[in-house]
């Protein structure tokens, strides 16, 4: 390794770019996306198609003044929640497949208001599926390691690691490898692209797009990278910032996932907020 390219992956790593008020911001967008999601998922009923959901999604967050987003708004039924089957990127978009008893489904969305960002998954069924309540009971565990790994300041490439040893422990499958570029999560910022709000390109906004490349350019050359992954690419420590991750879990036609944001400090670490959907439905069961 020359002695440049040495200095890059050596380098200091920045400063935690927000304050308090910024927190806060996210916090509420978060709480926002979930609101949304949590609307939908009362109003799901067996036949409505994953395209009417999303649709219902998008419609949810333009009444709350939502304008852009990161990405659109995606709903997975059946084992479309597991990714089963998955070759190409365009799988992902919503589909027509209708919602039936006994259904898990997912719902993912990522508002942008005044350039702060949330990315949330909100995970659901219809009728009982004793298959969704386990997994759904074991992905605190995972929510716990992430963490407890982070503050250790351990390589993302080795946390994704431990994730898919505990994915084996519980005889499970690790879903998120089906994402592209495999990410188990991704970094978040505050977009500050100019351009037209809430047009797309290929499910992503313009103006995240744009906030993203510049993202890759810029964190390779020091040595790192905004998407979390398992590749050589992820060997470095926890970058200080906000992060959306999002443990995809498995197990035959049955997909469960948990998607929210991470508080990375430069010396800690701690989920932006514990008042969320799975954290309430994780204390009320352990009452």
Known sequence: ??????????????AFPYDARDLDRFRELQQLAYRCAQRVGAWLGPGVTERQAAARLRRELAAEGVRDCFHIPFAWFGDRTAFRDFRTPLQFFAGNRRLAEGMPYILDCAPV????????????RIG???????????LREYRELILAEVRERRPLADIYASVDALTARHGYDNRHKVYPGR?????????????PAGVTLFGFGVRTLQTLGRELVGERLRGRSPLWADGRASRHAPTPGLWAVEP????GDVGLKLEELLVVTEDDAYWLDDDLPHVRR???ESE
């Open 282 to 284: 994780w204390r009320q």
């Open 128 to 138: 009982e599926n004793e298959v969704w309540d386990r997994i759904a009971a074991d």
């Open 183 to 195: 990410v188990i999560g991704h970094q978040v910022t505050r977009t500050t692209a100019r351009g």
């Open 1 to 14: 390794m020359t002695s440049r390219a040495l200095r890059r992956r050596t380098a200091t790593p920045p």
């Open 248 to 251: 995809h879990i498995g197990l």
């Open 113 to 124: 208001v005044d350039g702060y960002t949330a990315d949330i998954g909100y995970a659901g």
